[in-house]
DNA sequence: GTCTATAATTCGATAGAC
DNA sequence: GTCTATCGAATTATAGAC
């Protein structure tokens, strides 16, 4: 978690002068994040981050600990506590949209997921342990919030998909108001309808 | 196109004795399809048809001319042309979803879609010649269709990714007809719904 | 802390015997 | 058509000098 910050303070760990670990994961991060998992070598992102090999693999172990930490992050929402029910979708699409656009550890972390057990387990364990808890408490059945929140993730990770890393054009292309207004009735409607039953 | 079928008839070219070939790309798919492009070796999947790892290359010269003759498929609707417009989502998630559980195609194709270049323009063609065709003829506004099937896409994937490939637990546990029931609906508005403007 | 050298694998691709 | 042998390149990871 204090590895994530690569602008920021040190905060929690004064380890002693290393900018260089951010440095390294920052360059690990944009990697991953185009290369995927297989194809970013050490070799490439020491290079990234003008420094030796080596000292990639005296920090981090191994290729896979360096992907652990490359990829430690927190996604939850800012402004979780009050917000009206009826915005709570489109609220969510644009703090989704932020995220990705923000930050490159997300199209990491899916780009990895895809084709790489370890990776594949990180975002469920993100799902888990970071969007359901507010799932649990935005649904209205909290037996439901699993299956809820899974659809919601696939609409979310679906655009993610098409826009940032497969670039269909036209899921590339579209406006970010234009993809709000389509987005958010279908994430509101996950979250908050009443369920559809088996039949239509 | 020929290749594809790797229970039927040669068909179209009614080459020299060759089941071998259909074993390859059968064997092939399956690693590209768990694997990802990179990791799945020639070798390996020379191993898994029981033939020598030479003859992949011979056939087919190099790895990416394996990789589009494994996944050169036809995605189309059978039934496409007279449905009760109030139907189409269903219809569409249900097709799409057959289609998913029945082939390793698919699969395949966005592991490899995800992490390599070629894999992307792959799937970036089959959306283009397959899909938009398709929105073309259903949509109500020609101009809007790229969009409204880019959105489809975005859904249809996204279900794909958290359900086959990530396997994130309530994604994957959900039975088929409830997932039906709450996929059909948001597909119907992306395909027929007005356009929801640029704000809420 | 930093870097050189290299071990140990593994891969795609080729050449050529049969 | 099929297989053996192998090349050349690239990778992760380690050992050790400075």
Redesign the pocket.
């Known amino acids: 978690m204090t590895e994530t910050d690569t602008t920021g303070s040190p905060a929690e760990t004064p380890?002693?002068?290393?900018a260089?670990r951010a440095t390294i994961l920052t360059a690990a991060r944009e990697r991953f994040a185009t290369d995927g998992y297989?194809?970013?070598?050490?070799?490439?992102?020491a290079r990234d981050a003008n420094?030796?090999?080596?000292?990639v693999?005296?920090?981090y172990?191994?290729?896979?600990?360096?992907f652990a930490a490359a990829v430690d992050v927190d996604l939850r929402l800012p402004v979780p506590e009050k917000v009206p029910k009826e915005e709570v979708g489109r609220i969510f699409v644009e703090h989704f949209l932020d995220l990705w656009e923000k930050n490159e550890v997300l199209t990491a972390l899916l780009r990895v997921g895809v084709t790489n057990a370890a990776g594949a387990e990180r975002v469920q364990g993100i799902f888990r342990e970071q969007l359901l808890p507010v799932a649990l408490r935005v649904c209205p059945d909290p037996e439901q919030a699993p299956a809820r929140a899974a659809l919601v993730a696939s609409q979310m990770l679906g655009i993610a998909l098409t826009r940032y890393v497969l670039r269909l054009p036209p899921a590339a292309d579209l406006h970010r108001e234009e993809l709000v207004a389509w987005l958010a009735p279908t994430v509101q409607r996950y979250v908050t309808a009443a369920h559809p039953g088996r039949t239509r």
Chains 1, 2 share one sequence.
Not at 61 to 66: A, I, S
């Open positions: 380890r002693r002068s290393d260089t297989e194809r970013a070598t050490i070799r490439a992102i420094i030796d090999p080596s000292m693999m005296r920090y172990g191994n290729k896979e600990g360096l």
